[in-house]
DNA sequence: GCACTTATTTTTCACTTGATAAACAACGGA
DNA sequence: TCCGTTGTTTATCAAGTGAAAAATAAGTGC
């Protein structure tokens, strides 16, 4: 089984390997820091992977930087790029989008390996869990606050009012919660998601027209 | 400096010396523990302490038992007994109940070393914090639910609809992540916590209100 | 001043932690 | 078959962990 190209593949193919075992490293120690917290020891980590200790300093020159490696796996790339067209998309109603965006957005995140690296990481106050809550505001609550005064006939305003940002994070933070509740705290809540975002969107929709005494199309 | 009545109130002193001292070291490991997270260490608490590490055993037969003290003085006694009281004040309106009383729970709750404690326990899983959920569910949300539908002239309904328990659910972390994202995350938010808790009232009421197609009296 | 209790520190233990170096095993190419 | 590269384990270290025992300091009652 000679290749024709051996030269220039052959020992990317190797480096290929070695990546994917790195990525079972990370996503393992994903899910076993996410449980034990990241005071959990490498030995435990090592013995849930099946491989001895040291191994594990073979592909990461310290603990810590096998969990900035997690933070990326966890905070990167959950965002799918379709979202911030979904949001101001004025082909339909705001609430139909918010509905949508809302229901795939918590199955991005309404995991409990996810939910529970954030509040772990979030304690510890490293920088990448402040920049995903930065994200949080500039690609969620200020595109809901734009669109929600474009479907309401309220002038634009940028960027909208301190008062809209911290009215869309009671949406966002109430809508989170419910993920908490369910995943993190392990507690019996209403199963039908969708319904309770339905519910959710419904008041706060309803509530923000009325707060500015206008009206929006059904 | 004799005392007239040394024998009984002699010793008692002393042992309220003790408890004292036992009350400083939960008060400043609250603190610690809040900071470090619990796999903090009894030497670095001891010297936070200006005592030695040892000297906690004498206090408590082990580390999980002062623990489990921090976590009596976090969570028990934070309930004002008149809150409940308030809630259902029917001389005033469920707005200006609901003010006053958040304005007055997040007084006692948005405390970095509370919320910090509150997350660090949660994600352990321990009971207390169930049990402290179980509370905000029955002593807020219940009530919450029953008093807007007196007000809005619906029938009393026992237990409320899980739905309704929902969306006040929705309210009350919306409400509850303001504190964790200023505490916590010590991000910048809008300061006037007054305003924050009047306009989320005034969005879920009238949203609520237009949800079950009621109106209430301002 | 003296005996006795009690608060506190010093010393120490057994074990766990993250991390390193050396030994070993597997495998691919000549 | 041997060689060298590489993935993996074994053995080990120094520092830190919760906890206990022993030694010391500081009163307290007589």
């Known amino acids: 089984m000679t290749r024709l190209e051996p030269s220039p593949t052959a020992p990317r193919r190797k480096r290929l390997t070695v990546e994917a075992r790195r990525e079972e490293f990370i996503c393992k120690a994903t899910e076993f820091f996410a449980e034990e917290g990241f005071g959990g020891g490498t030995r435990e980590l090592a013995a849930k ?4 200790q040291p191994l594990l300093y073979r592909y990461f020159p310290s603990k810590e930087e ?3 490696a997690v933070y990326r796996r966890v905070y990167l790339d959950r965002w799918k790029p379709e979202w911030d067209a979904l949001l101001k998309d004025r082909t339909q109603p705001i609430r139909r989008r918010l509905q949508r965006f809302y229901e795939a957005y918590t199955d991005a995140i309404f995991d409990r390996a996810w939910l529970r690296i954030y509040f772990f990481s979030g304690l510890k106050g490293v920088e990448i869990n402040r920049w995903y809550i930065a994200m949080v505001e500039t690609r969620i609550l200020k595109p809901l606050i734009a669109e929600f005064r474009h479907e309401a006939g309220l002038a634009p305003r940028d960027p909208p009012a301190p008062e809209d940002l911290e009215l869309a994070w009671v949406l966002q933070g109430g809508i989170f919660y419910y993920g908490v509740r369910k995943f993190i705290f392990e507690l019996p809540v209403e199963e039908d998601k969708s ?3 339905a519910n959710a ?8 027209a009325s707060h500015y005494g206008v009206t929006i199309p059904p």
């Open 201 to 208: 969107l419904d008041v706060f929709l309803a509530g923000l």
């Open 66 to 68: 096998l969990i900035q």
């Open 49 to 52: 992977l099946g491989v001895t």
């Open 195 to 197: 319904r309770v975002i």
